[in-house]
């Protein structure tokens, strides 16, 4: 398994500022993914990191506001920028792990953001 | 949506009483996964099963999967306090992430 982890676990912010969210991972992987967990919702994929090149974005969602950064292969950052109220989520990052017979996806912790 | 279809989207049960999540899908599939998420924190995965599996089991649970009708359930025997959570299925997407479906949230009570 991987063991992954996030920074901040937690964060209360106010409208207009802008949030960066770490994702650390305990060994190198091609693949991360950023996704976003609205209040009593599913998750929805906000984008993926391959390091080396700029992050692939879904429907919905644009990199102005979700900038992300993939500086190497265990590292990555997404910023939750001009925040508002709709933006309180947990936001997770995962990468996959492919071991053979299984492909498994892993999961941060996630982290917890409140936007006032 | 692509989201795959959960119900029930609530469950509540009583401690070593089994509990049973179904999930549909619409388009072809290789695996169809299982996780947990406790509180709101990170997801655990339980359980995958390939398309060209029936049936698999991972000590109190057994998946099964019908990909003639799109669906798969998730049942957990015997469910115990620390089992509440709630439960989401998955396939793989287009970019190798998963598409979650909406999710069960299941309370076993003491």
């Known amino acids: 398994s991987a063991v992954i982890s996030q920074k901040p676990s937690r964060d209360i912010c106010q409208r207009g500022t802008s949030l960066t969210i770490q994702c650390q991972v305990d060994?190198?992987?091609?693949?991360m993914f950023w996704y976003r967990q609205q209040p009593g919702q599913s998750l929805t994929l906000i984008a993926t990191?391959?390091?080396?090149?700029?992050?692939?974005?879904e429907s919905g969602f644009v990199i102005d506001k979700f900038p992300i950064s993939r500086p190497n292969l265990t590292f990555s950052t997404l910023t939750v920028s001009n925040m508002s109220p709709e933006d309180s989520s947990i936001y997770l990052c995962?990468?996959?792990?492919?071991?053979?017979?299984?492909?498994?996806?892993?999961f941060g912790p996630g982290t917890r953001l409140t936007v006032l | 949506s692509q989201q795959g279809e959960e119900d029930p989207q609530a469950l509540s049960i009583q401690e070593g009483e089994n509990a049973t999540m179904n999930c549909s899908y619409k388009?072809?599939?290789?695996?169809l996964q299982w996780y947990r998420q406790n509180s709101g924190r990170g997801l655990v995965h339980l359980i995958l099963?390939?398309?060209?599996?029936r049936e698999k089991h991972s000590g109190r649970l057994r998946v099964t999967l019908d990909t003639s009708k799109k669906s798969s359930s998730l049942l957990i025997t015997a469910s115990r306090a620390a089992d509440t959570a709630s439960y989401f299925c998955a396939r793989g997407g287009s970019q190798g992430n998963l598409i979650f479906g909406k999710g069960t949230k299941l309370s076993v009570k003491p």
């Open positions: 388009t072809s599939i290789n695996n």
């Open positions: 060994s190198q992987v091609t693949m």
């Open positions: 995962s990468v996959e792990r492919a071991t053979g017979v299984t492909d498994t996806q892993y």
């Open positions: 099963i390939r398309s060209n599996e």
């Open positions: 990191a391959n390091q080396g090149s700029e992050a692939t974005y």
